[in-house]
């Protein structure tokens, strides 16, 4: 198994990363295989959908709606409505797995993989990437 931990710098933005082309680099000419996402932090997840054209606008405000970001959660620490950033894992894993073929990820036309943070606490995120050969 090919494995290696990259750095993503978020700043104090909340929202979602786009990981395709570290993901896509990654993979390149391994052949056939499965690419495993992994984010070790309680705060943060995965997702597979389209960027750019709203869609990660909309999941954000859907996110600030189901979980507010207010002062209700029993978890409380750092920002305003922390709390809810811990219950992201409950709409964002904290990992997916994409099929590879012939070193290219077998994504649709307009999915890409992006981290999900919500936590404006943390300024850099690690994700673990991993391939297993088929």
Same mark, same amino acid.
């Given at each position: 198994m090919k494995s290696v931990e990259i750095d993503i710098r978020t700043g104090n933005?909340?929202?979602? $990363?786009d990981l395709t082309g570290a993901c896509e680099q990654f +993979?390149?000419?391994? &052949?056939?295989?499965?690419?495993?996402? $992994?984010?070790?932090?309680?705060?943060?997840?995965?997702? +597979?959908?389209?960027? &750019?054209a709203g869609s990660d606008v909309?999941?954000?405000?859907?996110?600030?709606?189901l979980l507010p970001r207010d002062e209700r959660w029993v978890h409380r620490h750092g920002s305003a409505g922390h709390g809810a950033d811990h219950l992201v894992s409950m709409v964002a894993s904290p990992s997916l797995t994409v099929p590879v073929v012939d070193g290219?990820?077998?994504l649709g036309t307009w999915q890409s993989i992006a981290l999900l943070d919500?936590?404006?606490?943390?300024?850099?995120?690690?994700?673990?990437?991993?391939?297993?050969k088929g």
């Amino acid at each position: 198994m090919k494995s290696v931990e990259i750095d993503i710098r978020t700043g104090n933005r909340r929202g979602l $990363f786009d990981l395709t082309g570290a993901c896509e680099q990654f +993979v390149a000419g391994e &052949g056939d295989g499965l690419l495993s996402v $992994f984010v070790p932090h309680a705060t943060a997840g995965l997702v +597979v959908m389209e960027l &750019g054209a709203g869609s990660d606008v909309d999941l954000v405000t859907a996110l600030d709606r189901l979980l507010p970001r207010d002062e209700r959660w029993v978890h409380r620490h750092g920002s305003a409505g922390h709390g809810a950033d811990h219950l992201v894992s409950m709409v964002a894993s904290p990992s997916l797995t994409v099929p590879v073929v012939d070193g290219h990820l077998t994504l649709g036309t307009w999915q890409s993989i992006a981290l999900l943070d919500p936590n404006q606490d943390n300024a850099t995120r690690s994700v673990r990437l991993s391939f297993l050969k088929g």
